[in-house]
T-cell receptor
Framework: DGGITQSPKYLFRKEGQNVTLSCEQN?????MYWYRQDPGQGLRLIYY???????QKGDIAEGYSVSREKKESFPLTVTSAQKNPTAFYLC????????????FGPGTRLLVL | AQKITQTQPGMFVQEKEAVTLDCTYD???????LFWYKQPSSGEMIFLIY??????QNATEGRYSLNFQKARKSANLVISASQLGDSAMYFC??????????FGTGTRLLVSP
C-alpha cells in the first residue's frame, strides 16, 4: 500500500540538542512538506520541496532545517535555535502542479525535557 | 493574503443526523482550491473532499458534500447520516497556487449515540 510514514511517533529533546524527524513516502510524489501544529490551532507550513535537491522556506522556518536528497525522503531537523519546539509535526506529499491535494503522514509529537 | 475562518469551535450531532461545518475564506486570487481534512484523536490528517474555484457543481464524496457559495466565499462541509466514527477535528484549508496550504483553526465534532 502506498503512503507516508513518519518516525518516531514520539520524540523527546533535551535543551540545546538537535533532533531529526523522518518522513518517507512511496506515492511517487515530487512535492513534500512539513507542517507544525500547536494545540487548538491549524497547521503552519515550515518547509516545502517541489523537487529533489530543492526546498523553500514556509511561514515558520526559523530554527528548522531540511534536506531533500531523495525523492522519497524529506527529513526535518529541529535545531537548538528553535526555542519552542514542543508541537505535533506533520509531513505531507503531493503531485506537483496547481491545486494538488496533499496527503499526510501520521505525525510525530515532539516534547522538550 | 489568504485566510480561512472556522467560527465553530465545537459541534454536537446525534448519530444518523446531518451536520454542517462552516468555513469562510478570503483570497484575491481567481484560481484556488478548497479542502476539508479530518483529524481523529490519533493525529493523522485525512483528506475528505476538494472543491476547485472554477468547478460548477458542488463536490461530493460519499457522505461528505461541500456547499460552495463563491459569492459569499463560503465552503461548508455537510456530513450526512453521522456515525460515531465521525467524531474528530475537521479542518478547512485553501491553496491558491503551488502547494502552500492555509488552514483554519478547526471544528471539533462530537457524534452522540
Amino acid at each position: 500500500d502506498g503512503g507516508i510514514t513518519q518516525s518516531p511517533k514520539y520524540l523527546f529533546r533535551k535543551e540545546g540538542q538537535n533532533v531529526t524527524l523522518s518522513c518517507e513516502q512511496n506515492l511517487n510524489h515530487d512535492a513534500m512538506y512539513w507542517y507544525r501544529q500547536d494545540p487548538g490551532q491549524g497547521l503552519r507550513l515550515i518547509y516545502y520541496s517541489q523537487i529533489v535537491n530543492d526546498f523553500q522556506k514556509g511561514d515558520i522556518a526559523e530554527g528548522y532545517s531540511v534536506s531533500r536528497e531523495k525523492k522519497e525522503s524529506f527529513p526535518l531537523t529541529v535545531t537548538s535555535a528553535q526555542k519552542n519546539p514542543t508541537a505535533f509535526y506533520l509531513c505531507a506529499s503531493s503531485r506537483t502542479g496547481l491545486l494538488e491535494t496533499q496527503y499526510f503522514g501520521p505525525g510525530t509529537r515532539l516534547l522538550v525535557l | 493574503a489568504q485566510k480561512i475562518t472556522q467560527t465553530q469551535p465545537g459541534m454536537f450531532v446525534q448519530e444518523k443526523e446531518a451536520v454542517t461545518l462552516d468555513c469562510t475564506y478570503d483570497t484575491s486570487d481567481p484560481s484556488y482550491g478548497l479542502f476539508w481534512y479530518k483529524q481523529p484523536s490519533s493525529g493523522e490528517m485525512i483528506f475528505l473532499i476538494y472543491q476547485g474555484s472554477y468547478d460548477q457543481q458542488n463536490a461530493t464524496e460519499g457522505r461528505y458534500s461541500l456547499n460552495f457559495q463563491k459569492a459569499r466565499k463560503s465552503a461548508n462541509l455537510v456530513i450526512s447520516a453521522s456515525q460515531l466514527g465521525d467524531s474528530a477535528m475537521y479542518f478547512c484549508a485553501m491553496n491558491t497556487g503551488f502547494q502552500k496550504l492555509v488552514f483554519g483553526t478547526g471544528t471539533r465534532l462530537l457524534v452522540s449515540p
